[in-house]
T-cell receptor, first 113, second 115 residues
Framework: GENVEQHPSTLSVQEGDSAVIKCTYS??????FPWYKQELGKRPQLIIDIRSNVGEKKDQRIAVTLNKTAKHFSLHITETQPEDSAVYFC????????????FGTGTRLTVIP | GAGVSQSPRYKVAKRGQDVALRCDPISGHVSLFWYQQALGQGPEFLTYFQNEAQLDKSGLPSDRFFAERPEGSVSTLKIQRTQQEDSAVYLC?????????????FGPGTRLLVL
């Protein structure tokens, strides 16, 4: 089955700096890669996703890049703000049959004011 | 519109008790997923429904876990004879269609603590 690895597990940045979180996946058939933000005790919220037919996608301060050859994708947050502090999860969908998500282990991002 | 809702939000059970967790997906969503999230971990897939049909239950950890969605909307995850290792947050997610690349919307979860 699919195996998604995520690094780092914790990340602290100064407000205004950039944050980068990286994930790798094992199943070459995966073709959908969402990122979720989860605040303490809250539901995971989709912040951005990318499909395998594109290499990069940007939405304001958030961008995701995908390298299908290397089987890795990354989340980039620029001009970080304290409200960006949360746990971020990457995920991959195998894209065949049920499109259940395989999640990474999460990155706890702390933005220091 | 209303998002995915789950009830109860918190459940404390004594070891050996049966529990039932409810999920109300977004109206009209065809696909429904259950995930288990252990403390400090990412969600792990349990089972998947397309309408009322349970198409994948490969993630259910044991035969004590049972899920149903009899009318293709509300779903119930039942855990029989709960064990301490069942303590986790149980998340429900729904997506509009059954396509491979559909966005999944999550509920707030049910936090289960088995004593």
């Amino acid at each position: 089955g699919e195996n998604v690895e995520q690094h780092p597990s914790t990340l602290s940045v100064q407000e205004g700096d950039s944050a980068v979180i990286k994930c790798t996946y094992s199943d070459s058939a995966s073709n959908y890669f969402p990122w979720y933000k989860q605040e303490l005790g809250k539901r995971p919220q989709l912040i951005i996703d990318i499909r395998s037919n594109v290499g990069e996608k940007k939405d304001q301060r958030i961008a995701v890049t995908l390298n299908k050859t290397a089987k890795h994708f990354s989340l980039h947050i620029t001009e970080t703000q304290p409200e960006d502090s949360a746990v971020y999860f990457c995920a991959a969908s195998r894209g065949t049959g049920a499109n259940n998500l395989f999640f990474g282990t999460g990155t706890r991002l702390t933005v220091i004011p | 519109g209303a998002g995915v809702s789950q009830s109860p939000r918190y459940k404390v059970a004594k070891r050996g008790q049966d529990v039932a967790l409810r999920c109300d997906p977004i109206s009209g969503h065809v696909s429904l997923f259950w995930y288990q999230q252990a403390l400090g971990q990412g969600p792990e897939f349990l089972t998947y429904f397309q309408n009322e049909a349970q198409l994948d239950k490969s993630g259910l950890p044991s035969d004590r876990f049972f899920a149903e969605r009899p009318e293709g909307s509300v779903s119930t995850l039942k855990i029989q004879r709960t064990q301490q290792e069942d303590s986790a947050v149980y998340l429900c997610a729904s997506s509009l269609n059954s396509g491979r690349l559909e966005t999944q919307y999550f509920g707030p979860g049910t936090r289960l603590l088995v004593l």
